[in-house]
């Protein structure tokens, strides 16, 4: 008798492919892996002040400028506390470059600007920008950044002695600066004699000068104050009555 023969049943396994993970950037730590050093690494920074605008352009850039890590934000740069900034300061090591677009991405100011390259060339890290053409890791980047730090110190030099010749100025003249007072030599008298009038309230009189209570508080328990005689006039009294 003849047997059937069974074909063997073939289940169907499905595999399902995954897709490769994004290589992730680490840094090693010389403290954390003995002597083996990071390699030199170029780091870039995009920003934008308001949400509207792009970084694709920036970002683009910093990719042709063969940056390896790309920190961006969207903040005001008047903003000195900026997360991503600071990531990236954070991120870079001794021998790496920070690059941007452009200067102003960095910094809003030429102080801030100063400042931040600063530490960076204390860290050991350099920097470039590449609308300017400027980077610190060659001798001419330095020379021109110096310059910048020398022209602000420059400017920073006029705006205080202008400051100081204008406070000279207005001291001479009488003015000392401060809040002008919100009552006059009249007023104060007139405050004084309602105030001794029981009849009438401090709020009323108050309302009536148009100051706070608190004022009118500090006007009665106040000594009766002097006029004030300018320094130059006080000696040309002196001189007079020596004579």
């Given at each position: ?188 008298e007139a405050a004084k004699a309602m105030l001794a009038n029981p009849d009438i309230g401090v709020t009323q009189i108050a ?37």
């Amino acid at each position: 008798m003849a047997t059937k023969r069974t074909k063997p049943s073939r289940t169907a396994v499905w595999v399902k492919r995954r897709r490769p993970a994004a290589k992730k950037i680490t840094r090693v730590r010389s403290s954390d892996a003995g002597d083996i050093t990071p390699k030199p690494m170029l780091i870039g920074y995009a920003r934008v002040s308001t949400v509207d605008q792009n970084l694709a352009l920036q970002r683009d850039a910093l990719t042709e400028a063969g940056c390896q890590k790309i920190f961006t934000e969207q903040m005001s740069g008047a903003v000195t506390d900026r997360p991503a900034l600071h990531d990236a300061l954070e991120f870079a090591r001794s021998g790496d470059t920070l690059i941007v677009w452009k200067l102003d991405r960095l910094a809003r100011s030429m102080k801030q600007l100063i400042e931040t390259v600063e530490t960076l060339r204390l860290r050991g890290v350099g920097f470039r920008s590449l609308t300017e053409a400027l980077d610190t890791t060659t001798a001419q980047g330095r020379l021109v950044f110096h310059m910048f730090g020398a022209l602000a110190e420059f400017e920073r030099s006029l705006i205080r002695e202008r400051t100081q010749a204008g406070l000279a100025a207005a001291r001479r003249a009488g003015r000392t600066g401060g809040r002008p007072p919100k009552l006059t030599d009249d007023d104060i008298e007139a405050a004084k004699a309602m105030l001794a009038n029981p009849d009438i309230g401090v709020t009323q009189i108050a309302h009536r000068l148009g100051v706070s209570p608190a004022t009118l508080r500090s006007i009665a328990i106040s000594p009766p104050r002097e006029p004030r005689i300018p320094p130059a006039f006080e000696k040309r009294r002196l001189y007079q009555s020596s004579d």
